[in-house]
């Protein structure tokens, strides 16, 4: 079993950047894939990027692409995402999840945070 905490989130202008940390309790965490997925006020959850295990398969949608990017450092069981040229439309709670398979699901995966909040004023 895993625990996620995310921190990171905030209030940014369009074009501005953050740096979205995931930190993981348990000593599983480098077996497992990992995910942000993101929630805007009325939408369905969707996912934006996930990481194989090792970090040498990344997966990520088409409207993140070249913008974000995602990573994880093993070792201090912990996922990053680096969002840049954020966009107003980027405004959401964001997700890590975790889970053996990827998915493009949210619901493919067992395990998920509270979120973070990411604002990003126009």
């Known amino acids: 079993q895993v625990q996620l905490v995310e921190s990171g989130g905030g209030l940014v202008q369009a074009g501005g950047s953050l740096r979205l940390s995931c930190a993981a309790s348990?000593?599983?965490?480098?077996?497992?894939?990992m995910g942000w997925f993101r929630q805007a006020p009325g939408k369905e959850r969707e996912f934006v990027q996930a990481i194989s295990s090792s970090g040498g398969r990344i997966y990520y949608a088409d409207s993140v692409k070249g913008r974000f990017t995602i990573s994880r450092d093993n070792a201090k069981k912990t996922v990053y995402l680096q969002m840049n040229s954020l966009k107003p439309e980027a405004t959401a709670v964001y997700y890590c999840?975790?889970?053996?398979?990827?998915?493009?699901?949210?619901?493919?995966?067992?395990?998920w945070g509270q979120g973070t909040q990411v604002t990003v004023s126009s």
């Open positions: 348990g000593r599983t965490f480098s077996s497992y894939v």
């Open positions: 999840e975790a889970g053996q398979l990827y998915s493009l699901r949210p619901t493919g995966y067992p395990y």
